[in-house]
């Protein structure tokens, strides 16, 4: 009883219409800036990759250098978005920080014994 006491149904109904609008700009946001970004640089990357095959090192470091902005500039939005939806600043300067490097996921291959070994 006491919890429907603290029920305002005028705030209530400002903060249902408010987090609909809030979400679709959100996804507006992160579609427009981070989304489209990440695609680019994808391309930029394969680009890269096709122009070091045909060995046109110096173009394809210049479409690595673009992919990278374009990644970093996503980053940043992201970022941004974190910090507007009142994330600590702790948990974004972390997340700012550079990545740790990736663990090794293929395991060092064991010799395997022949089976006239085994016999």
């Known amino acids: 009883m006491a919890r429907a006491a603290l029920k305002r149904p005028d705030i209530d109904s400002r903060i249902d219409e408010t987090v609909p609008h809030l ?6 946001v992160i ?18 990759r096709r122009m070091c095959e045909m060995g046109d090192d110096a173009r ?5 250098d673009v992919a990278a902005q374009q990644l970093q500039d996503a980053a940043v939005v ?13 948990v974004t300067a972390t997340a700012a920080r550079q990545p740790w490097p990736l663990p090794d996921i293929n395991p060092p ?3 395997t014994a022949m089976k006239s070994e085994i016999a």
């Open 23 to 28: 979400k679709a700009r959100i996804a507006d």
């Open 31 to 48: 579609h427009l800036h981070v989304l489209q970004s990440l695609a680019l640089s994808q391309l930029q990357i394969e680009l890269s």
């Open 60 to 64: 394809a470091v210049a479409e690595l």
């Open 78 to 90: 992201l970022q941004q978005i974190m910090r507007e939806l009142g994330v600590p600043a702790d």
């Open 109 to 111: 291959v064991r010799p």
